[in-house]
C-alpha cells in the first residue's frame, strides 16, 4: 500500500485543531468497511481530540451483523441541515469526515445536504476507490488499499493517536470483511501487518470472525437460498441472479442481509464474472464480482453510472425488476443426434 502523505495528516490535524465539531458520515447501505471506519475515526477523534464534539451518521441503519461493535448504536441517520451564515469563520466550526465513500452521491445526501459538498464546510474525505474523485478539502485516498479502515491505521499513525482495544475491533472488522477475512485477492503482506498490528492493540478478532462469518439469521439463510436457486449462466460467461422486494417481504429479510451472497454465486467455477440484481425503493442496485484478472468489473459498473474496484464494484438505476424466460426448441432429429446411444442388448 502507498504511504499516506504527510501533508494530507498535517493538514487533516489543523482542520481538526480548529473544529468545534466533527460529524463522521459513511456511505448508504453500510458494510463492515463502512461501518468499521466510521466507528474506528469517530473513536480516535475522541481520544486525541477531547474538545470536539464528535457525531455519527449514516442514511442507512447499522446492518444487525455489525451490532457487536463498541458504539454500534449510537450511529445517526444524516445529520442536521448545517446552517450557513455570512461570516465563514462560523463554517470551521464544523469538519466532516466522510469514510469508504467514492463519490459524494454515496452518501445519499448530495441532494438533502448540498451545502456539504459545494466547498462551504471543510471535508476530510479517507477512501480507497480508485474512481474517487477527491471531493474533500482534504483528500486521503490511496486506491491501492484493500479498505478504508486500513488506511486510517496508517492516519493514526502518522499523527500519533493512542489506539484502544475498541478502536483495534473496529478497524480489524473493515479490514477483514472487504478482503472477506483475508481470502480475497487484495490480501497483500501489508495486510497482514495492519492485522498484526490491530492484535497487538487488543483487536477482538474472534468475535468479529463469530458476528461476521460464523453467524447468520434464519431470514438471511432463507434470502441467499433464494438468489443461488435463481442463478443463471449467461452466454458472456456471467453467473447472475435476481432477488425482488418480494422475495425480501417473502423472507422477512432486511436488505442490508444480502450482504455475503455475492461471494457464493461468484463461487461458480469457469465464470467471468457474478452478478446480483435487487431491488429497492424504486431502484435496481447491482453488485459485481470477478476472480479473473483480465476482467475489469468497475468498467462494467462505469456503464450504468457505477464504479467500485477492478474486482469487486457496483451500480444503481431506476427502475425494477422483471423476469424474463427464454425457450430454445429442439427438432426431433438434432434431438435424437443429441441422445446417448444405447449399447446392444440394452
Same mark, same amino acid.
Given at each position: 500500500m502507498s504511504p499516506l502523505a504527510q501533508s494530507d495528516a498535517l493538514a487533516t490535524q489543523d482542520l481538526l485543531s480548529r473544529a468545534h465539531r466533527a460529524h463522521c458520515i459513511c456511505h448508504r447501505n453500510p458494510d463492515g468497511d463502512a461501518?468499521?471506519?466510521?466507528? #474506528?475515526i469517530?473513536?480516535?477523534?475522541?481520544?486525541? +481530540? =477531547? +474538545?470536539?464534539?464528535v457525531s455519527y451518521h449514516c442514511k442507512d441503519p447499522v446492518p444487525e451483523t455489525f451490532h457487536f461493535l463498541p458504539g454500534a448504536f449510537r450511529v445517526q441517520g444524516p445529520p442536521p441541515v448545517p446552517r450557513v451564515d455570512a461570516d465563514e469563520r462560523t463554517h470551521a466550526e464544523d469538519v466532516y469526515i466522510i469514510v469508504d465513500c467514492a463519490e459524494s452521491k454515496? &452518501?445519499? /445526501?448530495?441532494?438533502? +445536504? =448540498?451545502?456539504?459538498?459545494?466547498? &462551504?464546510f471543510p471535508i476530510v474525505c479517507i477512501d480507497h476507490h480508485p474512481m474517487n474523485p477527491g471531493f474533500g478539502t482534504v483528500n486521503i485516498i490511496l486506491p491501492d488499499a484493500a479498505s478504508t479502515c486500513? %488506511? %486510517?491505521v496508517q492516519l493514526a499513525d502518522a499523527l500519533q493517536? &493512542? /489506539?484502544?482495544s475498541d478502536i483495534a475491533t473496529c478497524l480489524l472488522t473493515g479490514v477483514y470483511t472487504d478482503t472477506g477475512g483475508l481470502l480475497h485477492s487484495n490480501t497483500t503482506a501489508q495486510v497482514y501487518r495492519t492485522v498484526a498490528r490491530l492484535l497487538r492493540e487488543g483487536a477482538r478478532r474472534q468475535e468479529i470472525v463469530t458476528a461476521v462469518f460464523r453467524t447468520a439469521k434464519l431470514s438471511t439463510l432463507q434470502l441467499w437460498g433464494r438468489v443461488l436457486e435463481k442463478i443463471v449462466i449467461t452466454e458472456e460467461g456471467g453467473a447472475i441472479s435476481a432477488v425482488t422486494e418480494g422475495d425480501f417481504r417473502a423472507t422477512g429479510a432486511a436488505y442490508s442481509e444480502l450482504t455475503g451472497a455475492i461471494d457464493y454465486?461468484?463461487?461458480? =467455477? #469457469? /465464470?467471468?464474472f457474478s452478478l446480483i440484481l435487487s431491488e429497492k425503493e424504486g431502484k435496481v442496485k447491482g453488485s459485481l464480482r470477478t476472480l479473473r484478472d483480465d476482467v475489469d468489473v468497475s468498467q462494467m459498473a462505469g456503464r450504468l453510472s457505477g464504479g467500485g474496484h477492478k474486482k469487486a464494484a457496483g451500480f444503481a438505476v431506476a427502475g425494477k425488476l422483471k423476469p424474463e424466460v427464454r425457450w430454445k426448441v429442439i427438432e426431433a432429429e438434432e434431438d435424437q443426434r443429441d441422445a446417448v446411444p444405447?449399447?446392444? #442388448?440394452?
Amino acid at each position: 500500500m502507498s504511504p499516506l502523505a504527510q501533508s494530507d495528516a498535517l493538514a487533516t490535524q489543523d482542520l481538526l485543531s480548529r473544529a468545534h465539531r466533527a460529524h463522521c458520515i459513511c456511505h448508504r447501505n453500510p458494510d463492515g468497511d463502512a461501518i468499521g471506519s466510521l466507528l #474506528g475515526i469517530g473513536f480516535l477523534l475522541e481520544s486525541a +481530540h =477531547p +474538545h470536539l464534539t464528535v457525531s455519527y451518521h449514516c442514511k442507512d441503519p447499522v446492518p444487525e451483523t455489525f451490532h457487536f461493535l463498541p458504539g454500534a448504536f449510537r450511529v445517526q441517520g444524516p445529520p442536521p441541515v448545517p446552517r450557513v451564515d455570512a461570516d465563514e469563520r462560523t463554517h470551521a466550526e464544523d469538519v466532516y469526515i466522510i469514510v469508504d465513500c467514492a463519490e459524494s452521491k454515496l &452518501t445519499e /445526501m448530495d441532494e438533502t +445536504h =448540498p451545502q456539504l459538498f459545494d466547498g &462551504t464546510f471543510p471535508i476530510v474525505c479517507i477512501d480507497h476507490h480508485p474512481m474517487n474523485p477527491g471531493f474533500g478539502t482534504v483528500n486521503i485516498i490511496l486506491p491501492d488499499a484493500a479498505s478504508t479502515c486500513e %488506511i %486510517i491505521v496508517q492516519l493514526a499513525d502518522a499523527l500519533q493517536w &493512542t /489506539m484502544d482495544s475498541d478502536i483495534a475491533t473496529c478497524l480489524l472488522t473493515g479490514v477483514y470483511t472487504d478482503t472477506g477475512g483475508l481470502l480475497h485477492s487484495n490480501t497483500t503482506a501489508q495486510v497482514y501487518r495492519t492485522v498484526a498490528r490491530l492484535l497487538r492493540e487488543g483487536a477482538r478478532r474472534q468475535e468479529i470472525v463469530t458476528a461476521v462469518f460464523r453467524t447468520a439469521k434464519l431470514s438471511t439463510l432463507q434470502l441467499w437460498g433464494r438468489v443461488l436457486e435463481k442463478i443463471v449462466i449467461t452466454e458472456e460467461g456471467g453467473a447472475i441472479s435476481a432477488v425482488t422486494e418480494g422475495d425480501f417481504r417473502a423472507t422477512g429479510a432486511a436488505y442490508s442481509e444480502l450482504t455475503g451472497a455475492i461471494d457464493y454465486v461468484n463461487a461458480v =467455477p #469457469g /465464470m467471468r464474472f457474478s452478478l446480483i440484481l435487487s431491488e429497492k425503493e424504486g431502484k435496481v442496485k447491482g453488485s459485481l464480482r470477478t476472480l479473473r484478472d483480465d476482467v475489469d468489473v468497475s468498467q462494467m459498473a462505469g456503464r450504468l453510472s457505477g464504479g467500485g474496484h477492478k474486482k469487486a464494484a457496483g451500480f444503481a438505476v431506476a427502475g425494477k425488476l422483471k423476469p424474463e424466460v427464454r425457450w430454445k426448441v429442439i427438432e426431433a432429429e438434432e434431438d435424437q443426434r443429441d441422445a446417448v446411444p444405447k449399447e446392444n #442388448g440394452a
